[in-house]
């Protein structure tokens, strides 16, 4: 059986892992070489990095730091933050990523998604949303607005529509960062994640507000998940990635259980 | 020597990067000459199959990848390349392929809306019969998948692993003599990945 997968999530700032909440108030956490390796042994199924501060700084993503990942961990991982056009894509997938994740630039640029569906194919391509909620109006049937640039930029975008329209340009695999969870270790979003992950065809991964395995057990079996974040339960040592994925097994979540 | 087969179809570094952490020589390679010189072959790949057939006949690499079959050179089809080793795939409305291994590639049709396509992550395979590339790897481990089309061999003697997604049971490594291929992409696929990579490099074709 296809199993859920867990994915840590490094944000990484100056070649450092860095985590904060709702965006702000980040500190250093450690090597993101030393990290991937950790938690790629320790059984996580993908990894993904961003590199949060390429965009502000107008610089293209770390590809050393994405060449350097590649060569000790051989499980897929995605990079995201600073891919700016097919060549920023070109240059970390041919660098070892597996998946390239794209969020602002696709707000002002959606074509990107169908050029690099078309050019790289769509398995590669991570649509990376930052939805918030602002209830339910005309302009926004689902309830939840599209921000980008971590809740600084609102878009006037719903995020359901967004997604089906990425999914019809060809993305692989949405992942929805609830703005109103990031970071709270609250809980996920589980509402948000059931409405787009029903409601579209192509793998969804929930992220923002894992902070224990039972918000993973009701984000795969309430919110339909296909996949899950986690980050600062992990990353503060309060949690492996093995007792996490025993937790869920015992739930009856299918994960894997070998590596 | 390793040749890496590069037919413009999809992302061949993370092949060379686990074959170049298990110390073995390698080089991605378009030249019929270096693949047939070449003491294994890995015909990887990403996409469709359509454009991969396209690539292979603009590069004239399909006699390449029969000579190298039919002279019992150890060969590892990955995704995409398992796909277009057998006789036809239903993909980009039926497309005719290399006719190495007989059989067809079918998409995933199921009944259930919810069920995500393509297939991607985790999945067990169960191990069908002994063979010298799974020395080491347990019955139902798991490898990494991403695909929304699958292999159906003619011949189930070709079955080597079979695996379950969106309610086919179907083909995730297939067999025959020399030629080993498998729907996972191994170089993906950690620890347990490594090891059947491994196992292919010291494989001399023989079962």
């Given amino acids: ?259 | 020597m390793v040749a890496i087969i590069d037919y413009r179809a999809g992302n061949l570094t993370s092949v060379r990067l686990a074959l170049e952490h298990l110390g073995v020589a390698c080089a991605i390679t378009q030249d019929p000459a270096r693949i047939l010189a070449a003491e294994r072959v890995i015909f990887p790949g990403d996409g469709a199959a359509a454009e991969a057939m396209r690539n292979l006949r603009e590069l004239a690499l399909l006699d390449t990848l029969r000579t190298a079959v039919d002279r019992s050179t150890p060969f590892l089809g990955i995704c995409l390349g398992t796909q277009v080793i057998f006789d036809y795939s239903e993909e980009d409305g039926g497309t005719p392929c290399a006719g190495l291994m007989p059989g067809t590639v079918r998409r995933f049709q199921p009944a259930d809306p919810l069920c995500k396509i393509p297939q991607m992550g985790w999945n067990t395979m169960a191990l069908k019969r002994p063979h010298p590339l799974f020395e080491g790897i347990e019955d139902e481990s798991e490898f990494y998948f991403i695909h929304s089309y699958y292999p159906a061999p003619a011949d189930p003697a070709h079955v080597m692993g079979e695996t379950e997604y969106a309610e086919a049971r179907f083909a995730s490594a297939v067999g025959r003599g020399s030629l080993f291929a498998t729907q996972f992409h191994p170089e993906r696929s950690g620890r347990i990945g490594l090891r059947l990579l491994r196992n292919f490099t010291r494989w001399d074709g023989t079962c």
């Fill in chain 1, 1 to 259: 059986m296809l199993t859920k997968r867990i994915i840590p999530c490094l944000d990484v700032r100056n070649r450092k892992v860095t985590k904060g909440v709702r965006f702000q108030g980040n500190v250093d956490l450690g090597d993101p070489i030393e990290m991937a390796v950790a938690y790629s042994d320790g059984g996580c199924d993908e990894l993904v990095f961003y590199d949060i501060t390429a965009s502000a700084e107008h610089r293209p993503i770390d590809i050393e730091m994405v060449r350097a990942v590649a060569r000790v961990v051989h499980i897929p991982f995605a990079v995201g933050g600073g891919i700016r056009d097919l060549g920023d894509m070109r240059r970390a997938l041919l660098a070892g990523a597996e998946k390239v994740s794209v969020n602002s630039l696709a707000v002002h640029n959606p074509q990107i998604i169908a050029d690099g569906a078309r050019v790289f194919g769509s398995q590669c391509i991570v649509l990376g949303m930052d939805p918030v909620w602002v209830g339910v109006s005309e302009s926004f049937p689902s309830g939840y607005e599209v921000t980008t640039r971590g809740f600084r930029e609102r878009t006037g975008m719903d995020a359901l529509q967004w997604a089906k329209r990425a999914e019809a340009l060809g993305v692989g695999e949405i992942v929805v960062n609830s703005v109103d969870a990031d970071g709270t270790r609250a809980g996920f979003e589980l509402n948000l994640t059931r409405l787009i992950s029903t409601q579209v065809h192509i793998p969804v991964v929930a992220s923002g507000g894992a902070g224990t395995p039972q918000h993973l057990v009701d984000v795969f079996q309430q919110g339909k998940a296909d996949a899950a974040i986690v980050a600062s339960m992990i990353h503060t040592g309060e949690y492996t990635i093995a007792r996490i994925k025993a937790e869920l097994a015992r739930a009856g979540v299918p994960v894997r259980r070998k590596w």
